[in-house]
């Protein structure tokens, strides 16, 4: 997933950086930065506002979409149980 966020963040770095050379040239310096600022505080607001700010728990639905536990450490065949 890290890799995925990755390519999703640093894939828009170019097209913001031409957006903002595109709004400098056409607005000024000062008008540009005022739209970054506003953009920055949007982004925060959408969570803000959204209904996962009042989450305390994982919703139940999410738990049983999860895979049932049993690999080498769950069974007691790991490192850890040889060691003891």
Do not use: E
Request: aromatic residues 10%; without cysteine.
């Amino acid at each position: 997933m890290n890799a995925a966020v990755r390519w999703i963040v640093w894939g828009t770095l170019p097209l913001g950086g031409l957006l903002g050379g595109v709004l400098g040239s056409a607005l000024g310096i000062r008008p540009t930065l005022w739209v970054a600022a506003l953009g920055a505080w949007a982004a925060g607001l959408w969570v803000f506002f959204s209904p996962l700010r009042r989450m305390r728990d994982v919703p139940v639905a999410a738990w049983r979409r999860l895979p049932p536990a049993g690999g080498p450490a769950a069974a007691g065949t790991g490192p850890s149980a040889a060691t003891g």
